[in-house]
């Protein structure tokens, strides 16, 4: 294992980040030397902004990577996966006043994150700001990801995966100006996230899901009023996950996903036919805590069935199907498209041969309806085929079901009525007809 020598730059730091941990009474891992990291990497003093790349690290008696910002310089650091056997990513942006020009800025980007201590470690000091990138998962057995900041610091977290904590929290948050963006779950052994104090105002979280070791663990915190936890709570931006279910592996209950919507697509043949609305039919990929999410389906399909993590939904009175973000989301909702013109169709052919129909479609607030009339044989069309084919051109026509007749549309009872009637004129007919011949006969 190699170790890039720091040679103290980042002490001051680290002690900063230390006692900023100490005052909101968290108790920190044992703070590693800088090189009893994989990697170090400190932009101060004089030294030019510092661009590092390297591929995986492995932390095999210490940490993976650590990078320190401050005197006004820039750190920008690019690694594979880390593991490691205490903290996985240490960022510290910013030092304490005293040293200086405190202000620093750090970039870093890693892989998969798992350690045995914290998996990462960032803390951002007066006017300075972190942004750490995590492409794939962080696992840990401390908390999965610690964020502290102060005097106006701020820090970005983004994760394309899960944060799991196997005994404390899997996020971890003290101060404010924090953004925290995570593709999958959150959880954690302790709580899934964790208010260092009364005061976290974190500017945006997004996340698909929140656990804890149990329901009342999702969000919380020792000293931590219910009052924060609620307002923090009802914060939080719950990512929304819509896809198709395959109708032929409905049964199998196969769950067969094409793609997740965004908000500006279009819905064209080639993207999803599903997207998630709110109550003004405006399309979303994220919802807070009580907002009702519903389906929305492409124009000239309709939703045969629809479900929330395959559980089946019921359509209310108008069509529509929805549910209420609940706390810790986990948002999943697929549903069974098909083509309103196929089920018309196989309608027509199974009772309503030679007719035509027509469609009623279905909007972007989710709604779905359909409707077919179908019309019976016209009765001038019938008397010219029948004229063509060399018969009596005299046609009786029994009307159908949604016919329209001179004036208005019969019920049924009448059109039967009708029918009953232009039956026995005809039957009258033929009568007389029968007995004109043969009266002839009889002369």
Known sequence: MSAHKSKGFGKKAMAACMAL???????PSAALADDDYSRSVV???????????????????????????KDGQKAEVQVGNVTARSTGVNVQAGA?????????????????????GIGIDACALKDSSATITVNGDIASDDHGAKILTSDNGAVKLAVEGDITSKSKSGLYLSGDNIEVSVSGTISGGQYGIELGNGNVVAKEVTVWRITGKDEDSMIGGAGVSNADVERFAKSINYIVKVSEKDAAAKTGEQLIVLT????????????????????NGEAITSAKEGDRVYLAVQDGYEIVEAYSSGIL???????????????????????????????????????NKGGSSGSGGTGSSGS??????????????????????????????VPQTG????????????????????????????????????GRHVR
């Open 260 to 279: 997740t919507a965004a908000a500006d697509d279009d819905l064209t043949a080639t993207s999803s036919r599903l997207r998630a609305t709110n109550g």
């Open 313 to 351: 939904l019921t359509a209310d009175a108008n069509g529509n199907y929805s549910i209420i973000v609940p706390r810790g989301g986990g948002v999943d909702l697929t549903a069974v498209v098909q083509l309103i013109d196929a089920s018309k169709k196989a309608a027509d052919d199974s009772g």
């Open 43 to 69: 932009a101060s003093g004089d030294a030019d902004a510092l661009d590092k790349s390297y591929g995986d690290l492995s932390g095999e008696t210490g940490g993976g990577l650590q990078v320190i910002a």
């Open 368 to 397: 779905t309806s359909a409707s077919t009339s179908t019309k019976g044989t016209n009765a001038e069309k019938a008397g010219a085929d029948a004229k063509e084919a060399g018969k009596d051109t005299t046609a009786t026509t």
């Open 96 to 116: 304490s006043p005293s040293d200086g020009d405190s202000k620093g800025t750090a970039s870093v980007a890693t892989g998969t994150v798992q350690s045995d």
């Open 21 to 27: 941990a100490l005052s909101v009474m968290l108790v």
């Open 403 to 438: 016919d329209s007749l001179p004036g208005a549309t019969l019920p049924i009872a009448a059109a039967l009525l009708l029918s009953i009637i232009m039956l026995a004129i005809s039957g009258a007919k033929l009568q007389t007809a029968r007995a004109s011949r043969n």
